[in-house]
Nanobody, 121 residues
Framework: QVQLVESGGGLVQAGDSLKLSCAASGRTFSRYFMGWFRQAPGKEREFVAAISWSGSRTYYAESVKGRFTISRDNAKNTVSLQMNSLKPEDTAVYCC??????????????WGQGTQVTVSS
């Protein structure tokens, strides 16, 4: 089992950048496929980005491709999401998630509590 804690959210203006971090407990972090998801008010949770166990492969939703970058540091048990050129429509609660298998859907086994990102126009 793994516990996930996100940080780095906040209120920014359109066009600004923000970096989210997710710290994982345990000694087997490298065995987890990691993802970032977001949920805006009144909307369903949606996939944002994911990264393979070693970090060699990354995956992005079309809406964030070219603006967001996911990375991980297995030595520090962390996964990050660098968000550039933020738009008001990026406003949401962002959660990191972990699973033993590769997934680009919301069916991950482990979830953090989330961090709020608000982008003003």
């Amino acid at each position: 089992q793994v516990q996930l804690v996100e940080s780095g959210g906040g209120l920014v203006q359109a066009g600004d950048s923000l970096k989210l971090s997710c710290a994982a407990s345990g000694r087997t972090f490298s065995r987890y496929f990691m993802g970032w998801f977001r949920q805006a008010p009144g909307k369903e949770r949606e996939f944002v980005a994911a990264i393979s166990w070693s970090g060699s492969r990354t995956y992005y939703a079309e809406s964030v491709k070219g603006r967001f970058t996911i990375s991980r540091d297995n030595a520090k048990n962390t996964v990050s999401l660098q968000m550039n050129s933020l738009k008001p429509e990026d406003t949401a609660v962002y959660c990191c998630a972990a699973d033993y298998t590769m997934k680009l859907t919301t069916t991950y086994d482990y979830w953090g509590q989330g961090t709020q990102v608000t982008v003003s126009s």
